[in-house]
């Protein structure tokens, strides 16, 4: 089966800011990426997407362009949730909060948000469910980095606390083969 892991554009967010589960827009004028993205994808395939507007909008994007039939948008394939630090620059948040979760952001979580092992467990949901169930179809996942890396850390077994080896730009697609 072939995967397309498709991150979403450049957001608006300043360099800096955290932002996760925060709805934020994505820079435009976006046409010409996303033309160079549907250029890398196959003919037919079934698609996915994050609810969030910057993964939604490419989908619509894609949909309409591939002329695919429908979306399946799944809450499952949602950035991190970083609670507390969501739109917040990362140099503002305090110091004795942020270290531990540096140290570990595996398994520790963000105040009133995810670590990135919550992540991966809503991912392995999504790919148990919906992957091992799609037709023999490509698919094609809408996604963000964190949601990217840890579906990259699945496939190829790599510990979740190397996710950051894998490096997921904006607007990146990155096709499997499983």
Known sequence: MEIYLVRHTETVCEKGVCYGQADVEIQTPYETVFES??????PDFELFSSPLQRCR???????????IP???HDDRLLEMNFGDWELQPWNAIDE??????MADFVSVRVPNGESFLDLHDRV????????TQSSQKPIVIVAHAGVIRSI???YSNLPLKDAFQN???????????I
């Not at 909008?57 to 949909?63: D, E, N, P, R, S």
């Open 96 to 101: 004795a909060v942020l270290q531990p979760w």
């Open 37 to 42: 993205i549907v250029k890398q994808l196959p």
């Open 124 to 131: 392995l949901s999504f790919i148990e469910t919906e992957l």
């Open 57 to 67: 909008i490419l989908a619509t994007f894609i949909q309409k362009q591939a002329a």
């Open 167 to 177: 490096k997921v730009d904006f607007g990146q697609v990155i096709r499997l083969e």
């Open 152 to 154: 990259l850390c699945a």
């Open 70 to 72: 429908q979306i399946k």
